[in-house]
């Protein structure tokens, strides 16, 4: 008989895909009868209202003054230990290997060796910081000290093995968005704030950092406008939003263009777009375009990293290679000029992320990872999610 797990989740906070995910899985967990325990730098921000089975332990970072940098990596593991040792916890799943996996086995070695370590790779912390010599060999030993290790995508495990000569078996839980709160929003009534009835929304979502190429956005966008009466509606914020903006000041775009900040409610705002544009450098699964595919949204995107395992090029968006923007803007304007061929894409998107990416589904792999490194035999179902 399978007992109720109780589970420490650690996850960067602050606005990020990891972060949503790690938050959503704890929440799902929660509401299946495991006893959830976040221990974060501060509150993850999808964690919301209170709710049944979920905790909170704020990591609080020793400023005494003979320390230049606040030690925060050693107030985690700290954390970590004293948490799982006040409340029994079976196992730490930590999200984003630096330095959480090092935190979780600093916790570990505290706990004598009985609390089992679970580590989710996202992203950046392979492929930009395991390129990294000064951090190589920590973030290996990270990996290769977990009990279980998941990956968000197939292209991820591959670089991970490649980047840091990794032979240990690496789990495929691909990330999941909650059909209960993805699915397409009403929003007529909104989307007549940011554009004319007869005008198309184009929208990117992201931390807007180099990696996302959101010059690219831009330039996306100007050639789709020249054909297309349209709105390019972004959406979050971070360090090259200035440049940015001068970009389209500059190519006379600034009364086309919506700046939206950072907003909660994906579901909703993503509702609004008939397209989402990611032409990214890097994106080792692509969170926002299972957001956008959930709420029948198409992807014209890039074809980086795992971008490719979530949206069909051709079916559910139209994906090219880096930096192709001409490419990306002619396939932008073919779907938004065909009304048939947008609608076999709205619905293979719909079907697709119910069917593929189901929480009910990937929930039961990450049970069955936590079952597996406790060595409880227990029978978790995988079910099978209708399209
Ligand atoms: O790795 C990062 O850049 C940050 C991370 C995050 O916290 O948002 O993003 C990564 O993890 C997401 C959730 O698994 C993925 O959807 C993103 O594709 C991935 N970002 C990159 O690979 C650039």
Do not use: W
Not at 54 to 81: C, G, N, Q, T, W
Not at 141 to 159: F, M, P, Q, Y
């Amino acid at each position: 008989m399978k007992r109720p797990l109780k589970i420490g989740i650690t996850c960067y906070p602050s606005l990020g895909g990891s972060g949503v995910v790690a938050t959503e899985l704890g929440k799902l967990l929660a509401e299946k009868g495991h006893e959830i325990h976040f221990i974060t730098s501060g509150m993850p921000f999808r964690l919301g209202k209170f709710q049944r089975n979920i905790f909170y332990h704020e990591v609080e970072v020793s400023d005494y003054y003979v320390f230049r940098y606040p030690p925060y990596d050693l107030s985690l593991a700290s954390k970590m230990h004293q948490v799982a040792r006040l409340q029994q916890l079976d196992l730490l799943h930590v999200h984003y290997a630096v330095p959480h996996a090092i935190c979780a086995l600093l916790a570990k070695m505290m706990s004598g060796g009985r609390l089992k370590v679970v580590t989710t790779l996202h992203g950046t912390d392979i492929t930009v910081l395991a390129q990294d010599e000064s951090l190589k060999d920590i973030i290996r030993l990270g990996i290769r000290s977990s009990d279980a290790v998941t990956a968000v995508s197939e292209d991820l495990i591959r670089e991970t093995r490649e980047l840091l000569d990794i032979r240990e078996p690496i789990d495929l839980t691909y990330n999941f968005v909650d059909k209960r709160v993805y699915y397409p929003r009403s929003c007529s009534d909104l989307r007549a704030d940011y554009a004319d009835p007869h005008e198309k929304i184009l929208m990117h979502i992201s931390n807007f950092r180099p990696v996302k190429r959101t010059g690219d956005v831009v330039d996306i966008f100007a050639k789709v406008s020249a054909k297309v009466p349209s709105k390019l509606l972004l959406v979050g914020e971070g360090p090259d939003m200035p440049k940015i903006q001068a970009k389209i000041d500059a190519m006379g775009l600034s009364h086309r263009v919506h700046y939206m900040g950072k907003q909660d409610d994906v579901a909703q705002v993503i509702s609004m777009a008939d397209l989402l544009l990611l032409p990214s450098e890097k994106e080792s699964f692509g969170l926002v375009a299972l957001e956008a595919m959930a709420c029948g949204v198409p992807t014209i995107g890039s074809v980086a990293g795992g971008i490719p395992e979530l949206v069909v090029d051709g079916q559910t968006g139209f994906l090219s290679p880096i930096g192709k923007t001409e490419e990306m803007a002619s396939n932008a304007v073919r779907l938004l000029t065909d009304a048939k061929l947008y609608a076999e894409f709205r619905e293979a998107c719909l079907a697709r992320a119910r069917s593929e990416f189901c929480n009910d589904r990937i929930m039961a792999q990450y049970e069955r990872i936590y079952y597996r490194v406790l060595g409880i035999e227990a029978e978790v179902p995988l079910p099978v999610c209708e399209a």
